[in-house]
Nanobody, 125 residues
């Protein structure tokens, strides 16, 4: 039902910042949890951060203290503010939507029904 488009990726130096955005359409945006996942070459797609439909926020251990997830339901967007970027953050970043996603279930990529096309983040050292 819902469609997602990511934007904001690019090339940044280690220690720098980027802000990614996920825009939704075709559904009631506030009814969905939105998660950010990333995939590096040769690796599994892994959880980065999520925000539930009840506005609870979750972060991977790697993201904790450096990344901040937020949502604006009036604009149907979810942002991921990334700071103190490291070379190991280099990956394609995807946003995904999970209808009525709640609590720790939002950390499981198998629970998400809709995915964006991804945006590349490259951190140079």
């Amino acid at each position: 039902q819902i469609e997602l488009v990511e934007s904001g990726g690019g090339l940044v130096q280690a220690g720098g910042s980027l802000r990614l955005s996920c825009a939704g359409s075709g559904g009631t945006f506030s009814n969905y949890a939105v998660g950010w996942f990333r995939q590096a070459p040769g690796k599994e797609r892994e959880f980065v951060a999520s925000i539930s439909w009840t506005d609870s926020k979750y972060y991977s251990e790697s993201a904790k203290g450096r990344f901040t997830i937020s949502r604006d339901n009036a604009k149907s967007t979810v942002d991921l503010q990334m700071t103190m970027l490291k070379s190991e953050d280099t990956a394609i970043y995807y946003c995904a939507a999970y209808l009525f996603g709640w609590a720790s279930a939002t950390q499981n990529r198998d629970n998400y029904g809709s995915w964006g096309q991804g945006t590349q983040v490259t951190v140079s050292s």
